[in-house]
C-alpha cells in the first residue's frame, strides 16, 4: 500500500481502517481490538508540547542495563524529540549482541520495523519483530528470528513490556505507520553509549562493536536526526546528511566524544565488566520481586519509594498459571523461573482510585490494565 493511497484513504474518513488492515486487524468492531487501543490522552499532551503529532513519525531506542525504552516522535521542525521513556519488564541474557538461536541474547544494533512485523494476535499481549537478522547480522553469519518488543514481562531473547506499557508502544507506532510512515527505526544498546560508559566498559570483548553502535548513537544524538545505516566490509556505517550543516554536527560530536574516551581513560577511569545471571529489568520491577512477590500478584494499589521517586502500581491481578506457548522466540528456547513476572490486565469490579502525586487518577471497571506513574517528588 503507497503513502498517497494511505493519505487518499484517510482523507475519507477512513483512518482506522486503514490501522487495522496495515497490523492485519480482523473485521471485529474496532473498539473491543487491543491493537486498536487509542494513544492515552496524557501522551497526546505530551506529543503536542513537543511540537510534533500522532501521525509523524517515531523511532524507538532500548537499553538492556537501563532496562528503558525510548520512544522518539519527529517534531514539525524535522527533528527526533524524546517523547516517553517506558521500564523494560524484562529482558534475557548478558551485554552483548545476539549471535546464535538459543543464546537467549536480546539484539543490538540498528533495525527496522514495518507495519507487516507488527503482530496484533501475539500470545504475548501484543508484539512487533524488531528485525533480526539485519543485513549487518547475516553478515556475521548469526542465526536466530522472531525477536520482538511483546506484553506479559516475559523473556527468552526479547524486550517484555507490561501489557499497559507495549499497548501504548503498539499505538504510537499504528499512528505513525497510518500517517504515512514506512518502517520505523529501532536502535538497541547494550547501555547508555555515554563517554563514561565507554571508558568503563573498554576491556568487553564486544567494545569494538560497541564502538560502531555508538557512531551512530552519537550522530543521532548531536542532529536529532534518524542516521540512514548501512554495513561496510562486515562494520556499521552510516551515510552522511545531505545537509552539510547537519553533517558538520554530527562530525564533531562523533569526534569531541573519540576524545572524551581517550580522556577518561588515560585519567585512569576503572575498567568494568557487566555480567547477568540471565539478563534483567527495570529497577522498579526489581524492587517488587526482590520483596518477595512475582508481580502479577500484586492485587491492590500499591505505592513503593525508589530512587527518589514514587512509583504507584494502579492494578494487577494473579498470573496465569501456565504462560503462553514459547511462539515468538528461537525454537530451541524455553522461558526460565527467573523470566516469569507477568502483569496481566484486571478486570476490576469497581473503579479503582490511586493517588499520583499532584493528582487522583481514577479507573472505570474494565479499564484497568496494569500501569505503572512514576512522578518525581
Known amino acids: 500500500m503507497t503513502a498517497g493511497l494511505l493519505h487518499t484513504m484517510i482523507g475519507r474518513g477512513r483512518a482506522a481502517l486503514v490501522a487495522a488492515a496495515l497490523v492485519g486487524a480482523s473485521a471485529a468492531p474496532a473498539l473491543a481490538q487491543k491493537h486498536l487501543a487509542p494513544i492515552p490522552a496524557t501522551t497526546l499532551g505530551l506529543m503536542a508540547a513537543r511540537?510534533?503529532?500522532?501521525?509523524?513519525?517515531?523511532?524507538?531506542?532500548?537499553?538492556?542495563?537501563?532496562?528503558?525504552?525510548?520512544?522518539?516522535?519527529q517534531n514539525r521542525a524535522g527533528r527526533y524529540v524524546l517523547l516517553k521513556t517506558f521500564p523494560i519488564c524484562r529482558w534475557s541474557g548478558q551485554l552483548g549482541p545476539k549471535v546464535r538461536?538459543?543464546?537467549?541474547q536480546a539484539p543490538e544494533g540498528f533495525y527496522a520495523v514495518a507495519p507487516r512485523q507488527m503482530n496484533p494476535n501475539s500470545a504475548y499481549h501484543l508484539s512487533f519483530d524488531v528485525g533480526?537478522?539485519?543485513?549487518?547480522?547475516?553478515?556475521h553469519g548469526r542465526t536466530g528470528s522472531a525477536l520482538m518488543v511483546h506484553g506479559t514481562c516475559s523473556s527468552a531473547g526479547c524486550f517484555a513490556m507490561t501489557d499497559g506499557a507495549v499497548s501504548e508502544i503498539y499505538a504510537l507506532a499504528r499512528e505513525a505507520f497510518a500517517g504515512g510512515q514506512g518502517a520505523f527505526q529501532v536502535q538497541a544498546f547494550p547501555f547508555r553509549l555515554s563517554a563514561a560508559a565507554m571508558a568503563r566498559h573498554r576491556q568487553d570483548p564486544n567494545i569494538e562493536f560497541w564502538r560502531q553502535l555508538k557512531v551512530g548513537s552519537d550522530r543521532f544524538e548531536a542532529t536529532g536526526r534518524e542516521p540512514v545505516v548501512k554495513v561496510a566490509a562486515g562494520r556499521y556505517a552510516f551515510e552522511p546528511f545531505r545537509d552539510p550543516a547537519v553533517e558538520a554536527v554530527a562530525a564533531a560530536r562523533v569526534a569531541e566524544e573519540g576524545t572524551r574516551v581517550a580522556t577518561l581513560v588515560a585519567e585512569?577511569?576503572?575498567s568494568v565488566r557487566t555480567t547477568y545471571q540471565d539478563g534483567g529489568m527495570h529497577p522498579t520491577f526489581a524492587v517488587l520481586a526482590r520483596r518477595g512477590a512475582p508481580l502479577g500478584e500484586i492485587s491492590r494499589p500499591e505505592t513503593l519509594a525508589f530512587a527518589g521517586r514514587e512509583v504507584v502500581l494502579l492494578a494487577a491481578r494473579p498470573r496465569p498459571a501456565v504462560l503462553p506457548p514459547v511462539r515468538e522466540?528461537?525454537?530451541?528456547?524455553?522461558?526460565?523461573?527467573l523470566s516469569i513476572?507477568?502483569?496481566?490486565p484486571l478486570g476490576a469490579p469497581a473503579p479503582l482510585v490511586a493517588s499520583v502525586p499532584?493528582?487522583?487518577?481514577?479507573?472505570p471497571p474494565g479499564l484497568a490494565p496494569v500501569r505503572l506513574a512514576v512522578a518525581s517528588r
Open 51 to 73: 511540537d510534533t503529532g500522532p501521525a509523524s513519525p517515531i523511532l524507538v531506542r532500548t537499553y538492556k542495563k537501563e532496562a528503558e525504552l525510548e520512544v522518539w516522535k
Open 101 to 104: 538461536v538459543g543464546d537467549r
Open 132 to 139: 533480526y537478522p539485519n543485513a549487518f547480522d547475516r553478515a
Open 268 to 270: 585512569g577511569t576503572a
Open 329 to 337: 522466540r528461537d525454537p530451541t528456547a524455553a522461558p526460565s523461573d
Open 341 to 344: 513476572f507477568a502483569f496481566v
Open 358 to 363: 499532584g493528582s487522583t487518577r481514577i479507573l
